[in-house]
């Protein structure tokens, strides 16, 4: 079983705890790839009272039906959610318009009070890897502007100014996923959000491999040449090491190699865009 909750962690909690009380919505990045699996209840609770909104990052590499699923999904269940490709910045304008849906009541509560309503202050959370700093970027773009430090109320803190009425906190909240059983653990590896040393490489190409058996056939057959892929998931790791040639000095299946590989290419989307869920 995977287990993973780094020292590091403590503190990224603290952080966000921290940065929660300057703020009016907080923005949580999921992998549309397996966004339940990068959700974590408790960091949930900690945000509450403040407006939330899902973003399923990474829809370029993730199967859209199954990403137009998550969202309606979650919708349901009362979440504001939106859709990302961070790397090409596609999606942000869909998303700001769901930052001033979540920030509207309490805008019309300051000018009801005859104040001047202030831009929103927003955070990004997500776990690593799933596309933090790549959609800071581009949300900032270049027309990025610091806003510099706020006395008083969030001394050493940097705002970027992406709207007129909107203000981001530059530095992005580390959150740690919950993980409560074996799949979820397997899936934050395959999407290289777990660090390496929390598991075998072997046992998430293996959980690749029979995933891929079930629900991507084609790819084992097209891409990896496998001919057979109702034989066991072994021997097919094994045909695939003789199609790449991937092989020990004796002629055996390179079985490291070939799990470096699979997720490599997975990872990368050369296999093509497939969900975890
Ligand atoms: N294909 C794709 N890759 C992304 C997307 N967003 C981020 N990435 C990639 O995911 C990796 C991790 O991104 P990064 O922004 O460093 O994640 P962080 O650890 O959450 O800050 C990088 O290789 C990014 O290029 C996206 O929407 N689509
Ligand atoms: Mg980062």
């Keep these: 079983m995977i287990q993973w909750f780094p020292g590091h962690m403590v503190k990224a909690r603290r952080e966000i705890e921290e940065n929660l009380k300057l703020v009016d ?10 966004p339940m699996a990068c959700r974590n209840p408790e960091l949930e609770k900690m945000i509450r009272h403040k407006s939330l909104i899902l973003v399923l990052n990474k829809i370029d590499l993730a199967e859209s039906r199954r990403t137009a699923r998550s969202k309606q999904l979650l919708k349901k269940q009362g979440y504001r959610v939106a859709a990302m490709d961070s790397v090409h910045c596609r999606g942000s304008k869909q998303l700001l318009n769901l930052v001033q849906e979540a920030y509207a009541p309490q805008a019309e509560a300051m000018l009801k009070k005859g104040r001047r309503v202030r831009p929103v202050r927003v955070m990004v959370v997500g776990v690593p ?30 705002w970027l100014r992406i709207r007129e009425d909107i203000e981001l906190l530059d530095t992005p909240g580390l959150m740690w996923p919950k993980i409560e059983d074996e799949k979820q653990g397997l899936k934050l590896a395959l999407l290289n959000i777990i660090g390496e040393n929390a598991y075998q490489e072997y046992d998430v190409a293996f959980y690749l491999v029979e995933y891929l058996k079930e629900k991507h056939p084609e790819v084992l057959q097209e891409r990896y040449r496998v001919k057979d892929v109702d034989q066991p998931t072994e021997d097919i790791m094994a045909a695939i090491a003789a199609a790449r040639g991937l092989l020990l000095k004796g002629g055996e299946a390179d079985l ?22």
């Design 256 to 277: 490291d190699k070939v799990s470096r590989l699979v997720l490599q290419e997975y990872r990368r989307g050369t296999m093509g865009s497939i969900s975890l869920e």
């Design 129 to 158: 890897n799933v596309g933090k700093s790549t959609f800071l970027n581009c949300l900032a773009g270049r027309k990025m502007a610091r806003v510099g430090e706020k006395p008083g109320v969030t001394r050493g803190k940097q």
């Design 25 to 34: 919505v907080v923005i949580m990045l999921l992998d549309a790839r397996a």
